[in-house]
């Protein structure tokens, strides 16, 4: 007999991002379009293993595209770890006529949802939200570009009590494992250099900037960090320059959360209805497993195995691009 997907389950999991409703409006919408009934879950695995069910109507996702953050939240499930929660997950699905799952998450949330998928045979999809942009397969993940501009911003107002007082300012952005945030706004804000983690294994990058006179010709520099122990983070770096260079005027800015909050761009928007759009057609062509991804503006599907374990290397070019412009 012929499996139909009669009700999908819809989630959000791990740090919030900008585009997450657009994908939620999305994916909801394709669904009842293609005559297959929704259920929200509220606060990610933990709201499955709780019982936080509601059934979405295309109303409920009314006027929500433009709004950051998640409406349906997002929480951290420990118990969703273990043999027992998601049995107990599984029973809230079989209770709710939940035939298949979409998950809106990062690298945590497919790696729970890859487990839960072998242990029950569920069809999962899974849509990329996450600022750090970290996840191999995709060339951009939802919320990424919104974290980009919110950093430029803060960075060109850095600028200018830089520039009047001639300081050293180290700004930390998000981004522990991976530098995507921190290279590329530097490149966009013009900033002096990027330390990221992917580079900090194979030079001191502190040193090579002082060694390669990054002020010789400014009266103000500006230093993107990536927050990371690998990289020291901004005060971290900021304290040994103190030290070693004295001499210089030295300042710190954390920007924080302020990089998941805010109004998604129209990049986001239509990246996460295009990838909402995406699960709900993977889900009808009986593709399980999977998440949706973008390159070279296609959409295409990556096996949650290589979402995960596969690492997404920096781009080599981009960074030579910001070296030869911040003389």
């Known amino acids: 007999m ?17 585009g997450m409703n657009a994908a939620i409006r999305a994916v909801t919408r394709t669904a009842i379009f293609n005559g297959i ?24 996702v009314s006027n929500i595209i433009q709004h950051g953050g998640t409406i349906l939240k997002t929480a951290r499930c420990m118990e969703f770890k273990t043999p027992e929660g998601r049995k107990i997950a599984y029973d809230t699905m079989v209770r709710e006529e939940i035939d298949a799952l979409v998950v809106i998450g990062g690298d945590g949330t497919f790696t729970g949802a890859r487990i839960f998928a072998q242990e029950y045979n569920i069809p999962i999809v899974g849509l990329p939200g996450t600022i750090d942009n970290d996840l191999w397969g995709t060339d951009s993940t939802i919320g990424y570009d919104t974290a980009l ?32 945030l921190a290279l590329n706004s530097a490149i966009a804000a013009g900033a002096e250099a990027a330390i990221i983690p992917e580079r900090e294994t194979h030079e001191d990058q502190l040193e090579a900037l002082i060694k390669n006179g990054f002020r010789k010709s400014k009266n103000s520099s500006i230093v993107l960090v990536a927050e990371s122990e690998t ?38 928007r239509i990246l996460a209805s295009r990838m909402g759009v995406a699960a709900i057609d993977a889900l009808l062509d009986e593709q399980r497993n999977i998440m949706i991804g973008i ?22 070019e981009k960074v030579s691009v910001l070296q030869i412009l911040s003389i």
């Open 295 to 316: 390159q070279n503006d296609e959409i295409v599907h990556v096996p949650f195995t290589k979402a995960i374990k596969d690492d997404k290397q920096i781009n080599p």
């Open 37 to 60: 009934r929704v259920k929200a879950i509220y606060r990610g695995y933990k709201g499955l293993i709780t019982g936080e069910v509601k059934e979405f109507r295309t109303q409920d």
């Open 231 to 268: 990289t020291g983070g901004a005060q971290g770096l900021a304290n040994r320059m103190r030290e070693e260079h004295p001499e210089y005027d030295v300042r710190v800015t954390i920007l924080g959360h302020i990089q998941r909050g805010g109004s998604p761009t129209a990049y986001d």
């Open 149 to 180: 501009n919110t950093i430029v911003e803060a960075v060109d107002k850095i600028r200018d009590t830089a520039t009047s007082h001639e300081r050293l300012f180290f700004v930390e952005v998000m981004g522990r494992d991976a530098g995507f």
């Open 2 to 18: 012929e499996y139909k997907i009669r009700c999908v389950g819809l989630l959000t999991s791990g740090g919030d991002a900008p």
